[in-house]
């Protein structure tokens, strides 16, 4: 299948990874913190659930993007444009199904559907921050077709 990736806006895309990069490095700095200095840190908590929310909107901003101006397709929730993204082999299904899964996290992190457990998202940033940069790295190569 052919896409356009001519419809793609590249300079909001850059704008979000730079908010994805960002973000990504807050939560690499707290996860090398001790969990209960972290912990403790009221501060240092509420910086890391907003670094976890601004890093997955923006993940999921791009995704809706590419969902909407390559495969004309409008996602229901956040969890469905990575889903949507791996359907369709632009991503793999295991990544789609990570991003799913913390699209969720954002999800109970905004609106507060259920307390939030931070020795959990500790655990998150020490082992699933990764899973963003997997997707900045399948970004990159889904945009490379845009150059060539």
Known sequence: MTYSYSRLNLSRIREKVADIRENVEVLKYYAGQDQDIFL???EAVR???YAFIV???AACNIANHLCAKLLNNSPESYAECFLILGKNDFITKELSQRLGKMAGFRNLLVHGYAEIDDR????IMQN???DIEWWLKELELILEKNTR
């Open 40 to 42: 403790s840190n009221k």
């Open 55 to 57: 890093m997955i909107e």
């Open 120 to 123: 959990k998202m500790f655990s």
């Open 128 to 130: 699933n921050v990764e």
């Open 47 to 49: 910086s890391a659930r």
